[in-house]
């Protein structure tokens, strides 16, 4: 069965990076779209970053801070995360796309949890 399995969560101080993974298993990972969610306690979840064939996007939130990339040969997607802010804090899920417009997902991971102290 497909599995979407994170890693690279912790506690960082505010400024500093992080990078999260997340290793695919059980689908044609460069067939599909892949992106970052994040929920925070108490908030909305929200879309961080996607990246398909046709290129990267990213939350208004998050631009020039994030770096979202993938390796095929590797079945993983990365999340770089630099200049972290307490606002960052919340878990991080690793998603791939049955499509982005409308937004419809196929396979969740568990999700890593991120801290941004201040």
């Known amino acids: 069965q497909v599995q979407l399995v994170e890693s690279g969560g912790g506690l960082v101080q505010e400024g500093g990076s992080l990078r999260l993974s997340c290793t695919a298993s059980g689908l044609a990972f460069s067939a599909y779209a892949m992106g970052w969610f994040r929920q925070a306690p108490g908030k909305e979840r929200e879309n961080v970053a996607d990246?398909?064939?046709?290129?990267?996007t990213y939350a208004h939130f998050v631009k020039g801070r994030f770096t979202i990339s993938r390796d095929n040969a590797k079945n993983t997607l990365y999340l770089q995360m630099s200049s972290l802010k307490p606002e960052d804090t919340a878990i991080y899920y690793c998603v791939s796309y049955r499509s982005r417009d409308p937004i419809e997902t196929d396979y969740w991971g568990q999700g890593t949890q991120v801290t941004g102290s201040s």
């Open positions: 990246i398909s064939w046709s290129g990267a």
